[in-house]
């Protein structure tokens, strides 16, 4: 009896890898979207290496959040709409409301993305390269076992997006030493900055990604919080690497003279940035990072609002009818996109900030919840106190940031110049 209890335990893990895995890269490839390659080649452009403090601060707070968000949704085994009603009555609705707005956003960008991607690709009009994109997306979700073709199609573009830059990054030979000098001392220092790049990374729907895909595993209950650990460390350490490689690539481009255009909302400094380290190879290689940054985007923020719009109806939240709902989500969003007139740049690096000022609520809710609500919520769990400690200090600061950060965010697309 033991041994075949110990054998079904054993089957049942190995069947769950899939969405563990999935889960990891979702967060993973979600966080690395096509606004976050905009914002830093925007932002490097415009700082050089002491963006490379930005970074840091962004990975930081990053694994202060994504730690006790994936800890708390998986422990209780619920989304996080359900959590926030549980805990203030209400709150889960307008929390899904602000997510389902930010994903919107979000989506729009990525969109954008796709079709920026395409055009540096394959050379065609960004509109169609949105919309291809984004009909892609329909057609993986519209398969009836969607989940395993979402975790497949995320986690192979995810390696294909780290092995290309790791090469562009080798041969764009960036400053290592001054970079790391900035890391920890920046020459300048920039709260819109920061907060934007926090929210491209880590705000709005990107920090229930993952957690929200780890539920489908199974593997929830204060029983599987070592593995929930794993996981989350996982990806957060992922998205970390990703990034700064991500920073030394477009960084090495800068330091070596070439001024990267960023005076118009319509200008692709990313795309300047591949072009001027191998030409026209280097260009199609940046348009293939960037589709497959916009497509796995595409997906991961139309799954995760999906499973917060079923905060207001169960019958929304598993299997087709919330396969259909994220369709619609992307419908919704490339209509929007189309019928859009600000250009893809300026909507990518609008949204992260956008993102970074909803972030904050979300985790007031959490940590709420962890410090006051563990006994009925999750089942008297002895929450571990510096997880609390480095979360609370995270919020607080991306209350700060977000306050001093809303004008020049808004500025972004040019309301309140």
């Given at each position: 009896?033991?041994?075949?209890?110990?054998?079904?335990?054993?089957e049942?893990a190995?069947?769950?890898?899939?969405?563990?895995?999935?889960?990891?890269?979702?967060?993973?490839t979600?966080?690395?979207?096509?606004?976050?390659?905009t914002?830093?080649?925007?932002?490097?452009a415009?700082?050089?290496?002491?963006?490379?403090?930005?970074?840091l601060?962004?990975?930081?707070?990053?694994?202060?959040l994504?730690m006790?968000?994936?800890?708390i949704?998986?422990?209780?085994?619920?989304?996080?709409?359900?959590l926030?009603?549980?805990?203030?009555?209400?709150?889960?609705?307008?929390?899904a409301?602000?997510?389902?707005m930010g994903?919107?956003?979000?989506?729009?960008?990525?969109i954008?993305?796709g079709?920026l991607g395409?055009?540096?690709?394959?050379?065609?009009?960004?509109k169609?390269?949105?919309?291809?994109?984004?009909?892609?997306?329909?057609?993986?979700?519209?398969?009836?076992k969607a989940g395993?073709?979402?975790?497949?199609v995320?986690?192979?573009?995810?390696?294909?997006?780290?092995?290309?830059t790791?090469?562009?990054?080798?041969?764009?030979?960036?400053?290592?030493?001054?970079?790391?000098?900035?890391?920890?001392?920046?020459?300048?220092?920039?709260?819109?900055?920061?907060?934007?790049?926090?929210?491209?990374?880590?705000?709005?729907?990107i920090?229930y990604?993952?957690a929200?895909r780890?539920?489908?595993?199974g593997?929830?209950g204060?029983?599987h919080?070592?593995?929930?650990?794993r996981?989350s460390?996982t990806?957060?350490?992922?998205?970390?690497?990703?990034?700064?490689?991500?920073?030394?690539?477009i960084?090495?481009?800068?330091?070596?003279?070439?001024v990267?255009d960023?005076?118009?909302s319509?200008?692709n400094?990313?795309?300047?940035?591949?072009?001027?380290?191998?030409?026209?190879?280097?260009?199609?290689?940046?348009?293939?990072?960037f589709w497959?940054?916009?497509?796995t985007?595409?997906i991961g923020?139309?799954?995760?609002?999906?499973?917060?719009i079923?905060?207001?109806?169960?019958?929304?939240?598993?299997?087709?009818?919330?396969?259909?709902?994220?369709?619609?989500?992307?419908?919704?969003?490339?209509?929007v996109?189309?019928?859009l007139?600000?250009?893809?740049?300026?909507i990518?690096v609008?949204?992260?900030?956008?993102n970074g000022?909803?972030?904050?609520?979300g985790?007031t809710?959490?940590m709420?919840?962890?410090?006051?609500?563990?006994?009925?919520i999750?089942?008297g769990?002895?929450?571990?106190?510096?997880?609390?400690?480095?979360?609370?200090?995270?919020?607080?600061?991306?209350?700060?940031?977000?306050?001093?950060s809303?004008?020049?965010?808004?500025k972004?697309?040019?309301?309140?110049a």
């Open positions: 009896m033991s041994q075949t209890s110990t054998t079904t335990a054993k049942f190995k069947s769950r890898r899939g969405p563990v895995l999935g889960a990891i890269f979702l967060m993973a979600s966080a690395i979207g096509p606004g976050f390659i914002q830093t080649a925007t932002f490097t415009q700082l050089g290496a002491a963006f490379a403090f930005a970074i601060v962004s990975v930081l707070i990053d694994f202060a994504q006790n968000v994936w800890r949704i998986t422990v209780a085994g619920k989304r996080a709409g359900d926030a009603n549980q805990a203030v009555p209400y709150s889960g609705y307008v929390l409301v602000l997510i389902v994903g919107l956003a979000f989506n729009i960008g990525n954008a993305g079709g395409l055009n540096a690709l394959l050379g065609i009009d960004p169609i390269g949105g919309a291809i994109t984004a009909l892609l997306a329909i057609g993986i979700f519209l398969f009836r395993p073709v979402v975790d497949a995320v986690m192979v573009l995810g390696v294909v997006m780290i092995v290309m790791v090469i562009v990054a080798v041969i764009s030979a960036p400053p290592i030493g001054e970079a790391l000098k900035q890391t920890f001392v920046p020459d300048t220092l920039n709260f819109a900055t920061i907060t934007t790049i926090v929210g491209g990374t880590v705000g709005g729907y920090t990604a993952g929200h780890y539920l489908d595993s593997l929830t204060p029983e919080v070592t593995s929930v650990h996981a460390f990806g957060i350490l992922v998205t970390g690497v990703m990034r700064y490689v991500l920073f030394l690539a960084l090495g481009v800068v330091a070596s003279g070439v990267l960023t005076s118009t319509a200008a400094p990313a795309g300047q940035a591949f072009g001027a380290v191998l030409g026209t190879a280097g260009l199609r290689i940046f348009g293939l990072i497959a940054a916009a497509l985007s595409v923020a139309a799954y995760t609002s999906a499973t917060f079923s905060t207001f109806s169960k019958k929304l939240g598993t299997g087709r009818p919330l396969q259909w709902a994220t369709v619609v989500f992307i419908v919704f969003s490339l209509l996109y189309l019928a007139g600000a250009a893809p740049a300026a990518l609008f949204v992260g900030g956008f000022l909803i972030l904050p609520i985790m809710i959490f709420y919840i962890g410090v006051f609500r563990q006994k009925d999750l089942g769990y002895q929450y571990p106190v510096w997880l609390l400690v480095v979360g609370i200090l995270a919020t607080a600061l991306s209350w700060y940031m977000g306050i001093n809303v004008g020049p965010i808004f972004f697309i040019g309301i309140g």
